[in-house]
């Protein structure tokens, strides 16, 4: 049996004031899904989408440490650093953590201009993330490009594997005069 700790939408009976739409634990083809919720304060203001985030750190966390101590831990980096909580079980239970590479942060906020490149914020997220990957017994990364670029934050070469989650183009087929 497999546990599976997930986000859940603002309409979560466990999001504060949310209609129920998703059942908080279900089973879903041998795996147990136990869902948190988070507060709804929205993406209007960055103050209301930092108590969102934080909310949903904390009830994770909480949940994911009083599961039964489980032999591995995958983690995405959406929402980023939530692998943090995998370093943690880690550390405190001896789960093994593997990241599964969408995003590379901080680099994604120096991208979108959200963080400056050499401010103190970048080096402390920076550092935040060379600690994740040193943790992870593996990392799965997307593709050649972003395994040099995580080589290149930190990540140990020898951790990760390449994963394409996409289909090669010359293998997808035009029908109906759709351009491809």
Same mark, same amino acid.
Request: glycine share 8%; aromatic share 10%.
């Given at each position: ?8 939408? @603002?309409?979560?009976?466990? #999001? ?5 739409? $998703?059942?908080?634990? *279900? &089973? ?16 209007? +203001?960055?103050?209301?989408?930092? $108590? ?11 949940? #994911? $440490?009083?599961?039964? /101590? ?6 995405? &980096?959406? @929402? @980023?650093? =939530?692998?943090? =909580? ?8 001896? &789960?093994?953590? =593997? ?9 994604? &906020? ?16 920076? +550092? ?27 990540? @140990? #070469? ?10 090669? /183009? *010359? ?10």
């Amino acid at each position: 049996m497999f546990d599976a700790v997930s986000a859940a939408s @603002p309409e979560c009976p466990l #999001a504060f004031g949310g209609a129920e739409a $998703f059942a908080a634990e *279900e &089973t879903i083809n041998g795996v147990n899904v136990h869902r948190v919720g988070a507060t709804g304060f929205g993406r209007g +203001r960055a103050v209301g989408r930092l $108590f969102d985030w934080v909310s949903f750190y904390v009830l994770a966390m909480v949940k #994911a $440490f009083r599961l039964p /101590r489980m032999d591995v831990c995958v983690a995405l &980096t959406t @929402p @980023p650093f =939530i692998a943090l =909580i995998g370093v943690l079980l880690r550390r405190f239970r001896g &789960t093994r953590l =593997i990241l599964w590479t969408m995003d590379l942060y901080p680099e994604v &906020t120096v991208a979108f201009d959200v963080v400056k490149e050499r401010s103190l914020l970048r080096r402390f997220l920076a +550092r935040l993330s060379r600690r994740i990957y040193r943790s992870s017994s593996g990392i799965i990364s997307l593709g050649e490009v972003m395994t040099e670029r995580l080589i290149e934050a930190g990540a @140990p #070469a020898d951790r990760i594997t390449a994963v394409h989650n996409w289909v090669p /183009r *010359e293998s997808v087929e035009q029908s109906d005069g759709l351009t491809v």
